[in-house]
């Protein structure tokens, strides 16, 4: 018996007779929630199209799990690009609730598109839009949120509410439904998603049923926790959703005034096994519900800032011109000394507060002139770990006020290593031990060096970090080095009697610049993930530490110039103000 396929938009313009052929050949099923409907490098057999549900679509990725490339949803075809390329499944699909698919079989597919050219020009025409929308991140958001609150003391009709006052300040709508919609079905609930931007069902943990179900229909999980109280173990049910299992999943962690911090913010994660955390403080509560609400509808924002020694003074000046511009910064990342400024900026130092850091730690004197007889470094990196241990302490990634990574490189594995856990200290003492110059870290099996020798400039671990704009400084390409120092250069003893044991030697630019040139030819990727590229130029050399002013007013003037030549589309996407 033939399926209708009214119900999908895109074959409206498909000619009578091509939709008849479809409909004859398609064929019926159920996917149920958390089953895999192919898995990443299996062969294309079939076309599929959504007739109600969810799917989510998983590829191996930059931050050493699962990256969600998007959602697919009612209305929607699954696997015909493989199908039409004839390779292999670039992606792993699994159904996130219920779902109910038709299916075409590959040789059907070939036979109709052959012989049906408005069949094979809509197709070509979907997935144009499609391949768009992915390329920005535009068309791919999860649009249904389970809002799960861990304590029957959590308001979450408030919280639920001034998120969707902070989402219309975005100029996004948004449903809110508790256990009221539990029976509703399949098709009334892609019907609320096709009429809203944003869909938030509340539940409360205490009502397990219904926190089941809700959980079991949303596209990502947040759950919401006291400071004060400790997680539960375990924290969700047994059979946990297909949202917890693929972790989709986040921890808003509530901050009131007052209160004492029970647990660490890492037991959290480690309890939910989540993804990310956010912190939701009392005297922070618009300005952390709006980051939040970005984060919902896909505006966030997130800086990425590249290694470079000294040149990377340039991101302080960056930094402080798109804050003049009034653009949020919602999520921070970096490597080598990029990664020591970012911290800071998930810190939420102000602009004085990094000055004031930086120069004590890195210009006033020297941080790498505690020399040794070389046997794995030719510092012993007790002056940076003592400087680490100032500013940062037992303070840990999971603590800091906005979600925070940076990179290191696995000399055992040739891979990068992502830090998204631990003290923040060893993060970035691991993140600039520069090959030669410093020791290295070790974990293990894990010999990590600095970030910049495999990834300088880690913007594609922030795509896959979250799912809005991406703003870029990089110093990789500016030159650091100074051929003149390189021609017939005195010996160690020469270079001691004319410059002193606090002066670093040629040697710590050419271990410093060996361990960035390598990406710097790479650079295109980062534009390319990039919504926003700021390149300062600057002549300084990677080790002069004490040229802070010049440096720093570089990246200024870099990010202003580029400020105000932007479009006002992107301005908009920025969150800058806009004429």
């Given amino acids: 018996m033939p399926i209708n396929l009214s119900f999908l938009p895109f074959l409206n313009k498909v000619e009578k007779d091509a ?63 493989s199908l039409l390329d004839e390779t292999p499944h670039s992606a792993s699909v699994y159904a996130l609730r219920d779902s109910e698919l038709v299916r075409l079989p590959k040789a059907s597919f070939e036979r109709l598109t052959r012989k049906h050219a408005s069949l094979m020009r809509e197709l070509a025409r979907m997935m144009l839009v499609r391949l768009r929308g992915y390329d ?98 375990p924290m969700l049910p047994d059979d946990p959703s297909p949202a917890a299992k693929l972790k989709l999943l986040d921890i808003v962690l509530l901050h009131m005034g007052g209160i004492r911090q029970a647990a ?59 804050r003049e511009a009034g653009m949020p910064i919602d999520f921070v990342g970096g490597a080598s000394m990029g990664a020591i400024i970012a911290a800071g900026i998930a810190l939420e130092w102000s602009d ?37 241990e100032e500013n940062f302490g037992d303070i840990e990634i999971a ?33 600039i031990a520069i090959p030669g110059l410093l020791p290295p870290v070790v974990e293990g099996n894990n010999i990590l060096v600095d970030g910049a020798v495999f990834t300088n400039f880690p913007a594609q671990q922030m795509q896959a970090f979250h799912r809005g704009a991406v703003v870029g400084v990089d110093v990789t390409r500016a030159q650091g080095l100074n051929p003149a120092d390189y021609i017939d250069p005195p010996n160690f003893v020469g270079w001691v009697r004319k410059h002193g044991l606090k002066s670093l030697p040629p040697i710590a630019s050419l271990l410093m610049r060996a361990a960035t040139v390598g990406v710097a030819d790479h650079r295109d990727i980062g534009r390319s993930a990039s919504d926003l590229l700021i390149l300062p130029e600057t002549t300084v050399d990677i080790r002069d530490w004490d040229k802070y002013d010049v440096v720093v007013e570089s990246g200024y003037q870099a990010a202003k110039g580029m400020l105000a030549g932007l479009s006002e589309k992107m301005r908009k996407r920025l969150h800058l103000s806009t004429s």
């Fill in 264 to 322: 660490r913010p890492q037991e959290w994660i480690d309890a939910a096994e989540a993804s990310r955390l956010f912190h939701w403080r009392q005297d922070h509560h618009r300005a952390d519900a709006d980051r939040l609400a970005r984060t919902l509808c896909g505006q966030s924002v997130g800086l990425i800032v590249s290694g470079g020694g000294a040149r990377a003074y340039a991101h302080i000046g960056a930094l402080k011109a798109l």
């Fill in 19 to 81: 939709l008849k052929a479809v409909e004859h050949e398609v064929e019926w099923f159920c996917l149920p929630a958390g089953q895999v409907l192919f898995r990443e490098g299996d062969d294309a057999e079939a076309f599929y199209l959504v007739r109600s549900g969810a799917l989510a679509a998983f590829r191996q990725g930059a931050l050493g799990r699962a990256d969600l490339i998007g959602y697919i949803r009612a209305g929607e075809p699954v696997g015909e690009m």
């Fill in 136 to 233: 920005r991140n535009m068309s791919a958001e999860p649009k249904v949120f389970a809002l799960v609150s861990t304590s029957p003391t959590i308001d979450l009709d408030y919280r639920a509410n001034e998120l969707k006052e902070a989402l219309k300040r975005c100029g996004k709508s948004c449903f809110i439904a508790d256990e009221e919609c539990a029976d509703w079905s399949g098709q009334k609930l892609d019907a609320i998603e096709a009429e809203y931007d944003i869909v938030v069902l509340t539940a409360k943990m205490a009502d397990p049923s219904w926190a089941r179900r809700a959980m079991g229909r949303a596209d990502r999980m947040w759950v919401f926790a006291r400071a004060d109280a400790r997680p539960s173990k």
């Fill in 399 to 431: 603590d800091l006020q906005r979600p925070f990574f940076c990179l290191s490189s696995n000399l055992g594995n040739g891979r990068p290593y992502v830090h998204r856990r631990g003290r923040v200290s060893d993060a970035l003492r691991a993140s």
């Fill in 352 to 388: 004085e507060e990094m000055e004031t850091r930086i120069r004590k730690a890195f210009v006033d004197s020297n941080p790498l002139d505690d020399w040794t007889l070389p046997v794995v470094s030719l510092a012993k990196g007790d002056k940076v770990d003592e400087r680490l």
